[in-house]
């Protein structure tokens, strides 16, 4: 008897031409957007590289991480949208406000934003949350930094003393006003754990992520899922409420993982008083394997609709995958074509939706493409 093998990363992408290929032949593309001068708003000789971005109202809060002492902001307030139009309605003189000025970021200033990596927003409350992964580690310790947008003024500093900021990606916030709390999700490209902050009590602790064993019964013979992963990745975390269900993989691994965001949700809602910052929770998140995605990937966001959108960076192209339910592994035809483009998406690191309706999904690029662009709506839901 004779047994055939197959590479499944190779099968998926064969499947993948066939999808792109009928993409172009329909000759759908969305609509983009137009770049932000980051020279003219900011003063900045160099050029921004932007990895997150978060909207409020006719504003944008995006993240440079500091390369080196010679870069002078580290976190942008812009102009939302990034179009001509929007931008030529703005006055010449103007200016972020203040918490967003220069010399409120100065290098060293370890109370203030050092080097910011990612942000997200409590829409309901107006509350910035950002991530700075701080600067030279023995100096400027990484820590959470809030906003009130209200009235601009910077309302909570938390440290996260002893830990490595390098790693730090991901910021996730889940505010739940009927239950009168907040907690924030952080992702790190050391996986094996998730970071929870807990705002109301002014206290981090972690959460490991525990793999349960693959059910091979239902997975088909040409998926594997990983032979050991005790450090599961959490790199980037996308939170899919539709489904109560949390996504999890990072930028250069190939694996897809899930758990229960209920679990989630009732491992950080009764902490001990006696929980203190650094502290790993005794009980931690089962976490199953989903299956693979395309390949290395940029970008990772749920939609409301219940769609994992990302950039499979190796071909430029942007995806949507429908969740499957049952315990079938991810499949190439469960993904979506929604833009291929190697210059319009050169080299996406966000994938966010806009504060009106949530219905228009963009993809963010680190420096602007080949249009000049930071910013390109790749779908309408």
Request: net charge positive; aromatic share 12%; glycine share 6%.
């Amino acid at each position: 008897m004779q047994f055939y093998y197959y590479d499944i990363n190779f099968v998926m992408r064969c499947r993948m031409v066939v999808l792109i290929a009928f993409t172009v032949v329909i000759g759908w593309w969305p609509a983009v957007a137009v770049a932000w001068n980051t020279d003219r708003l900011y003063g900045t000789r160099m050029r921004a590289r932007l990895t997150d971005v978060a909207v409020w109202r006719n504003r944008a809060y995006a993240c440079w991480p500091r390369a080196d002492a010679s870069q002078p902001v580290t976190l942008l307030e812009l102009p939302w949208p990034e179009t001509i139009d929007e931008q030529s309605q703005q006055p010449s003189s103007w200016t972020p406000s203040r918490p967003f000025y220069a010399d409120q970021q100065k290098l060293y200033d370890c109370h203030r934003v050092q080097s910011a990596v990612a942000v997200d927003l409590d829409k309901l409350r107006g509350h910035l949350y950002v991530l700075d992964n701080g600067y030279d580690n023995v100096k400027c310790q990484p820590k959470i930094i809030v906003y009130d947008l209200k009235t601009y003024k910077c309302i909570q500093s938390v440290e996260l003393g002893g830990i490595n900021g390098s790693g730090l990606a991901t910021l996730v916030v889940d505010a739940r006003p009927f239950k009168g709390e907040t907690k924030v999700y952080v992702g790190d490209a050391r996986g094996g754990h998730i970071m929870v902050f807990d705002p109301d009590r002014s206290v981090w602790y972690m959460v490991a992520l525990r793999i349960q064993n693959h059910d091979r019964a239902v997975i088909q013979q040409n998926y594997y899922g990983p032979e050991v992963d005790s450090d599961v990745p959490s790199e980037c975390i996308a939170v899919l409420k539709r489904q109560s269900s949390v996504y999890l993989t990072s930028r250069r691994s190939h694996n897809l993982y899930t758990a229960s965001f209920k679990d989630l949700r009732n491992l950080t809602s009764y902490i001990t008083p006696s929980i203190k910052n650094g502290d790993v929770l005794p009980v931690g998140l089962r976490v199953r394997w989903e299956g693979v995605k395309l390949g290395v990937s940029g970008g990772f966001y749920a939609d409301i609709q219940g769609g994992l959108n990302y950039v499979y960076t190796r071909d430029f192209v942007a995806v949507r995958l429908s969740i499957m339910t049952g315990g079938v592994p991810v499949a190439a035809e469960d993904h979506k074509v929604l833009l291929q483009s190697y210059n319009l998406l050169p080299a996406v690191t966000k994938i966010f939706t806009d504060n009106t309706n949530y219905r228009q999904v963009w993809a963010l690029n680190a420096m602007p493409n080949a249009e000049n662009r930071h910013l390109v709506k790749i779908n309408t839901l």
